[in-house]
């Protein structure tokens, strides 16, 4: 991709899954990297995992002055940060009348008040260096309803709105896009799927497969680029065409 060489690019739930796959693509493109993750000894793994990173960082994303201490920490490993991938995440599969006030919380606080601590405090510096890109990780689930995830997805929901809200406003300096994921094979997705329901969800997506969170980070890696220069405020579905037809509610 043009324009990522040297860049500075900070991933958030950078440890695992769809963070860490994006991490190393930016390292192959030629970009400094930090990881960002709430789990330690996770964050310990990717840094074997990817000797070349700048940095692996411990923050939960829901405690704004965790992020204000890491984001300054991120400045200092790298000079500055021109991408910010708005990555962490957290799912809880459970039926709408079983949701606790404490699932709720905790949805909402990781996925869209952490995005939004994470957002604000990188336009706010990139603004100040006059440019830089930030994208969120959205959901199919945040477009189409999925039943037993009422909470993930009214949280995705908000952070497709957040996203479009701040490329109207950080524009031109800022671009922000939004990336929505359909079905990923990471550990998250594993950890709540039998082999069973796995097989069931490839029936219904028209390419009879979850995606590899490498092509979530080719993705990634194209809208952060110079070759995605005319892109904002939008969000991208990798899906395998899932919702394409409404299938999603098959």
């Not at 220069?229 to 899932?242: P, W």
Request: charged residues 20%; negative net charge.
């Amino acid at each position: 991709m043009r324009g990522l060489n040297g860049k500075s690019v900070l991933v958030t739930g950078g440890a695992s899954g769809i963070g860490a796959a994006t991490a190393a693509r930016f390292l192959e493109e030629g970009a400094r990297v930090c990881v960002l993750d709430r789990d330690e000894h996770a964050g310990s793994v990717v840094r074997k995992e990817l000797p070349r990173l700048s940095g692996s960082l411990t923050c939960d994303v829901s405690h704004h002055d965790q992020v204000q201490v890491a984001f300054s920490r991120a400045i200092e490993l790298m000079g500055g940060v021109d991408v910010l991938i708005n990555n962490a995440g957290v799912s809880i599969r459970h039926s709408f009348l079983e949701i606790t006030p404490d699932d709720w919380a905790r949805v909402m606080a990781t996925n869209l008040t952490g995005n939004f601590f994470m957002a604000q405090t990188a336009a706010r510096h990139m603004v100040q260096r006059g440019g830089g890109v930030i994208l969120n990780t959205a959901s199919t689930n945040g477009i189409m309803g999925y039943p037993y995830y009422a909470d993930y997805n009214a949280s995705k929901a908000g952070v497709i709105e957040l996203t479009r809200s701040m490329a109207l406003e950080l524009a031109p300096a800022v671009r922000v896009n939004a990336v929505a994921p359909g079905y990923v094979l990471t550990p998250m997705q594993r950890a709540e799927y039998t082999d069973a329901m796995l097989e069931e969800v490839n029936r219904k997506i028209p390419l009879n497969r979850h995606a590899r969170p490498e092509e979530v980070a080719a993705l990634f890696a194209f809208l952060a680029s110079d070759d995605a220069a005319f892109l904002t405020g939008h969000v991208y579905a990798i899906d395998g065409g899932e919702i394409a037809g409404g299938l999603a509610s098959r």
